[in-house]
């Protein structure tokens, strides 16, 4: 079985400010790491390998060729292959054109493969949007925010998928595409051989060529929408802090302040 991870590098949301001025995040100096919904899609594969014999996972990336940085942790975790997708006809892409380069590089990669795992989103860029329209441009189905493998075989599988605070159990046959929310497994750390095995390794890099893709629908010209500017929200109200075990208390209190503002 054929498993494409889809994994992206970020920046440490933590660590990054904003310039007020431009609009626009300073990445600068901020340490890359693999964003953590990715991991769990990766050790997700991992779970369904062990259950499924000759199973080989590809993590792919789209970004710059430090990505390199992404593609040695998933290996370290348990990835076979790694191909990081790298072209300055990349840069500026929207979701839709970088769904339209993933979608290409999957292709390239490893076919159509039996599952597609995400992570649920970026914790960047937070749309959420990549892997629907990625299934989508590859024609095939997708299910959302899953927190268990219930159970697989080589041509279909159950999932629970948690949304909106309901639970649903769903089964696909192969093809299909997965998003995966936290909680779902859980993160680990390499073991030092696995993290020396994956220092030596040397990822495939395609360009918008080599994985076929038609440069039009690249970067900026293949992207329908713009980021005009980026503003903090500022916290707005102060918070008010009862210590108080008094449930009735704290209900007064709150009486007080919503009837102070009524007046
Ligand atoms: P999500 O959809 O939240 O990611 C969900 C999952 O999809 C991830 O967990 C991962 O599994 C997969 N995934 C997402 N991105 C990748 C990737 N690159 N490689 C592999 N897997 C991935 N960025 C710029 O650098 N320059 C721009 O000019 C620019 N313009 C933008 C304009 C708009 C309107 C928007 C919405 C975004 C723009 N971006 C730009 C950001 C860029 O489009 C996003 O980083 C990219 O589309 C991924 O979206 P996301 O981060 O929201 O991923």
Redesign the pocket.
């Known amino acids: 079985m054929n498993i494409a991870?889809?994994?992206?590098q970020?920046p440490r949301t933590d660590k990054i400010k904003i310039d007020k001025e431009k609009g626009t995040l300073i990445r600068k100096g901020v340490e890359s790491i693999l964003?953590p919904?990715?991991e769990y899609?990766l050790e997700t594969a991992c779970l369904i390998k062990k259950q499924i014999k000759n199973t080989k996972i590809t993590v792919?990336?789209?970004?710059p060729p430090n990505a390199k940085a992404v593609i040695e942790r998933a290996v370290a975790l348990g990835a076979d292959e790694g191909v990081i997708?790298s072209d300055r006809a990349f840069?500026?892409?929207?979701?839709r054109?970088?769904?339209y380069a993933?979608a290409c590089g999957i292709k390239k990669a490893c076919g159509i493969p039996e599952i597609i795992?995400?992570?649920?989103?970026?914790i960047?860029?937070?749309?959420?949007?990549?892997?629907g329209e990625?299934a989508q441009m590859l024609g095939i189905p997708m299910i959302p925010y899953i927190t268990e493998i219930i159970n697989v075989s080589e041509r279909s599988l159950t999932v629970k998928s948690e949304f909106d605070n309901k639970e649903l159990v769903l089964s696909a046959e192969f093809p299909v595409l997965l998003?995966v929310r936290k909680g779902s497994n859980n993160r680990r750390m390499p073991s030092l051989n696995d993290a020396f095995r994956a220092f030596s390794y040397e990822p495939k890099i395609m360009n918008a060529e080599d994985a076929g893709c038609d440069r039009e629908k690249l970067g900026?010209s293949g992207?329908p929408?713009?980021?005009v500017k980026i503003v903090p929200v500022a916290a707005k109200g102060n918070c008010h802090f009862f210590d108080s075990a008094d449930c009735e208390e704290g209900l007064s209190e709150i009486g007080k302040i919503l009837s102070e503002k009524q007046k």
């Open positions: 991870v889809l994994i992206k970020v964003n919904y990715c899609a792919i990336t789209m970004g997708l840069a500026g892409s929207d979701c054109a970088t769904a993933l795992l995400c992570g649920r989103q970026a960047d860029g937070d749309t959420a949007q990549v892997p990625t998003t900026l992207s929408t713009r980021v």
